[in-house]
C-alpha cells in the first residue's frame, strides 16, 4: 500500500493545467446535489487528472460537502483510485494461476528489472505504471501482460524488452 | 402497535413489527453477541457475529439487520451457529494483538467475554504477523490499532451520533484502518475529542488514559448524575471505585443527550488542577486562619445580622445547584431584604414569557439560526444537534463573524440579523438558537419569527435558568456592598476583577471550591463540594430541572453549596427549610 500515500505537499497548480482544473470544478458542479455521486465524481477526476493526490480529495470532499474521511477511505478502498501520478500506460502483469504457473512471476520480475520499479509505482519518466492482476481471463493466452488496453500474450521472458520498446 | 409472532429458540413470542431479530430476541432475555452492533447505532451487519438459523433461509443470517416476519422461526445457539461464531472469533483473534493479560480493557472487552462463551481457548491461525501503530497524540485517550476489529462503532458514532466525521475506514482486507480525516494523527485532526468513540469501542483499542488499569467495570460504580459544564444538562455516569472518580461516561438513557457528551463535560472535570480549599478560614490579624464551621458561620451571621440591608451584597455563580440559589434567595432577598444581587455571567435575554421550543427541535429543523452565542465552544452537545440537522439538509444561518465554532458548518454568515429574520422566515419549521450576545435591537427582530419558528436560548453558564428566576440577575454594585457573599462555587475566575470595585473596607464572604485571587483576598473562605461531591438538581437551558447526584465524599471539610447556605441560615435564626428533599420540591415549585 506504500504507493498509496498520498503526496500532501504536492502542488496543484504547477501538477495540472487550468483546463485541467477548470474540468474538475464542472465535474464537482454537475454532481454537486446528487446521493452516491462521490465514486462517479472520482472516476471522472482521475480521468482528466490521471492522478488524485490529497488536494484533489480536499476540493471533492468541501465541493460535494462530504466529509474529507469518507472521501480518502474510498479513493483508499479501491485499487482503481491512485493518489501518486500514474504513467502513460499502464502495465498490468497477470499472476493468476494460470499465468503463473505458466511463468507470468518471470515476466513480472523482468519487468521489474527492466523499468526499475517495484508494483504499484511509476517510472520517472512517468510512461510506465506496473501493477499486478489476479486473472483476466485468458487463461489460454498465459502468460498474459496488459500495456493499457492492449493485450500481449504467450510472452516469453527475452520478448519483454520488445513489448516495452513498443511504447513511448 | 402491530406485534409480529416468532418462535424463538422454541420459544413463542411476540414482537413489535419492524424490529430486527436482535432487538426481538433483547425483548425475552435471549442473549444474541454482538460485537460491530450496538444499540445506539445503525446496525450494519458487517462482523457476522450475531449470525442466527432461520428456517426456510439459504444461509445464516445476521440478527441486527434481519427484520423479523410474522411465523419466522430462530434459533440462536444451534451447532451450525456456534461453529460460524467460533470460526469469525478465530479469525478474529487471529488478526492483529489480542493478548488479554497486557490489556486494560481484560475483563471488560466484549471480544474477550465473547471468547470465553465459544471457548475459544487457542489460537488455530497464525496471530499477529504485522504490527500497527499506536496513535496517543490526543490528550485523553490513545488508539491503539492492535486491537481493533475494525467493526466501525467508533466511526458511525462519530458521523452518525455527533455528526463531527471525523473518522473513516481506509484501505482494504487486513489493512484496513481507522483514520481521521485524511490519515492524520488524530490529535491534529477535526476530532473534539468528544469522546463518543471511546465510549462505543468493544476492546482496548480505544483508551482513556486517566482511567486505563485502575479497575474493572466490576469493581466499580456507576453513578447517574447531570454535568454541570454548560446549560444543556446533560445525562451522564460518574465511575468511581473506592471513592475516587474515575471517569465520567455518557447515559444512553439520558432524555436530552442520549448518550452524547462532550470533551468539556467528559474529560475536563477530571483534569481539574487547581487547589482545594478544604477548610472554612477566617482571616486573623490579616492572614486568614483555619477555623471551625461552627465558628466561622457564627462570625458571618453576626457581621450580617449587624449590617444594613442596603450594604448587603449577593454574587452567584450560575455553577449553583437549585437548592443553593432557591436557599441563597430565600435568606438574602426574602429573609434580610437584599436587593444588591447579582450572577457572575450574563443571561440570554427574555424574549417570550412562555417557552418556544426545545433543544429537540433542532434536529427536526429546515432552518437553524444562531445568533450571540457559540455553542461548539461553549455548549457542545447542542451544536451536534445542529450538524445533524446541517447533515440532514437543514440550512444554518449565523449571526456574526467567522470566530464562531459553527462557521464551517453555516449555509451563510450574516453580519445583519435582520437578513438573518428573513431568510428564517421563509423556511418551514425554522428554530432560532440565541444566547447572552443578541442585543436589543436583534432580540425585537427575532420576536418577528414569534409563532413561525421554535426558539431556544442556550444560556451561558450553567444553572444560569435558575438563579435568574430565583432573582440574580439584577445590576449587582460591588461598590455598594459593606458585607458581600460570594457564592464562587468552582467558577474559575482568572482575577479579582469582580472584586475590583468592592470597598477597600468590606466584609468579604468567598463560598469556594478552589483557592483563586478573589479567596485570597476574603475575609472568610468556606469550603465548596464539587459536582461529583454534592446532590441536588440543576435546571437546564430549556427549564428542564434534573437531579445531580453526590458520588464521592467532599474533599476535607467541604460542604454542598446548599446545605452551607442552610447552616448560615440556621446561625441566623432563620427558619429555612432544612432536608435536601424538602429544599428542593420547594425549589422546583418555585421555578415551574
Known sequence: MKAKAGNVDIDISKEFTPEQLKKLDEIIAKNKDKAGALIPVLEQAQGVLEFLPMPILKIIASGLNLPLSRVYGVVTFYSFFTMT??????????????????????????????????????????????????????????????VGENVHGRLKPAKVKDVISQYN | MTMVNITMNGQKISAPAGSNILQAAKQVGIDI????????????????????????????????????????????????????????????????????????????????????????????????????????????????????????????????????????????????????????????????????????????ALCDKRSAYMGRNIQTEHIKSTCN????????????????????????????????????????????????????MIRIGGKLRPSSWDETLKTIAEKISGTNAKEIGVLTSSNSTNEALYLLGQLFCKELKATNVGLLNSAAPKLFDKPQGSLADIVKSDVILVAGTDPAKDQPVASFFVKHAVDRGAKLILVGGKDNGLAPFA?????????????????????????????????????????????VAIEPGVNTRA???????????????????????????????????????????????YVSPITEKADVVLPMAIWSER??????????????????????????????????????????????????????????
Open chain 2, 411 to 455: 449555509t451563510m454568515i450574516l453580519a445583519d440579523i435582520g437578513k438573518a429574520v428573513e431568510v428564517a422566515e421563509r423556511a418551514g419549521s425554522p428554530v432560532v438558537l440565541y444566547g447572552a450576545g443578541i442585543t436589543e435591537k436583534g432580540a425585537s427582530a427575532l420576536k418577528k419569527l414569534q409563532g413561525k419558528a421554535a426558539f
Open chain 2, 33 to 204: 453477541p454482538t460485537l460491530c452492533d450496538h444499540p445506539a447505532l445503525v446496525s450494519i451487519g458487517a462482523c457476522r457475529i450475531c449470525v442466527v438459523e432461520v428456517t426456510g433461509q439459504r444461509t445464516l443470517i445476521t440478527a441486527c439487520t434481519f427484520p423479523i416476519t410474522e411465523g419466522m422461526e430462530i434459533q440462536t445457539e444451534s451447532p451450525q451457529v456456534v461453529k460460524a461464531r467460533k470460526l469469525i472469533l478465530d479469525l478474529l483473534f487471529s488478526e492483529r494483538n489480542h493478548y488479554c493479560p497486557m490489556c486494560q480493557m481484560s475483563g471488560d472487552c466484549e471480544l474477550q467475554n465473547l471468547g470465553y462463551r465459544y471457548g475459544i481457548d487457542h489460537w488455530i491461525y497464525p496471530t499477529y504477523t504485522k504490527g500497527f501503530p499506536v496513535d496517543a497524540s490526543r490528550k485523553y485517550f490513545f488508539m491503539d490499532h492492535n486491537r481493533c476489529v475494525l467493526c466501525g462503532r467508533c466511526e458511525r458514532a462519530c458521523g452518525d451520533l455527533v455528526a463531527n466525521h471525523t473518522l473513516g475506514l481506509r484501505n482494504r482486507g487486513a489493512s484496513s484502518m481507522i483514520h481521521a480525516d485524511a490519515n492524520v494523527p488524530f490529535g491534529e485532526s477535526t476530532c473534539i475529542s468528544c469522546g463518543s468513540c471511546l465510549q462505543v469501542c468493544p476492546t482496548g
Open chain 1, 85 to 146: 501520478p500514474r504513467g502513460k500506460h499502464t502495465m498490468r502483469v497477470c499472476l493468476g494461476t494460470a499465468c503463473y504457473v505458466r511463468g507470468g512471476k518471470a515476466i513480472n520480475d523482468i519487468i521489474k528489472k527492466e523499468l526499475k520499479v517495484e508494483e504499484g509505482e511509476t517510472t520517472p519518466d512517468r510512461l510506465f505504471t506496473l501493477e499486478t492482476v489476479r486473472c483476466v481471463g485468458a487463461c489460454g493466452l498465459g502468460p498474459v501482460i496488459f
Open chain 2, 229 to 280: 459544564q454548560c446549560s444543556i444538562g446533560c445525562g451522564m455516569e460518574i465511575v468511581t471505585r473506592g471513592g475516587n472518580v474515575l471517569r465520567i461516561e455518557s447515559d444512553w438513557d439520558a432524555e436530552i443527550n442520549a448518550g452524547l457528551l462532550c470533551k468539556n463535560g467528559r474529560f475536563d472535570p477530571l483534569y481539574e488542577d487547581r487547589t482545594r480549599v478544604t477548610q472554612p
Open chain 2, 467 to 513: 438563579a435568574v428566576a430565583f432573582g440574580f440577575n439584577n445590576g449587582f454594585k460591588a461598590s455598594a456592598a459593606k458585607v458581600l457573599y460570594a457564592l464562587l462555587g468552582e467558577q474559575g475566575l482568572e482575577s479579582a476583577d469582580v472584586l475590583k470595585d468592592v470597598d477597600k473596607k468590606a466584609f468579604v464572604v468567598v463560598q469556594a471550591s
Open chain 2, 535 to 592: 446532590a441536588g438538581s440543576l435546571t437546564n437551558t430549556e427549564g428542564r430541572v434534573q437531579k445531580v447526584s453526590k458520588a464521592v465524599e467532599p474533599a476535607g471539610e467541604a460542604k454542598s453549596d446548599w446545605e452551607i447556605i442552610s447552616l448560615l441560615a440556621n446561625k441566623l435564626g432563620k427558619k429555612l427549610a432544612t432536608s435536601l428533599d424538602e429544599i428542593s420540591a420547594r425549589a422546583t415549585q418555585e421555578l415551574k
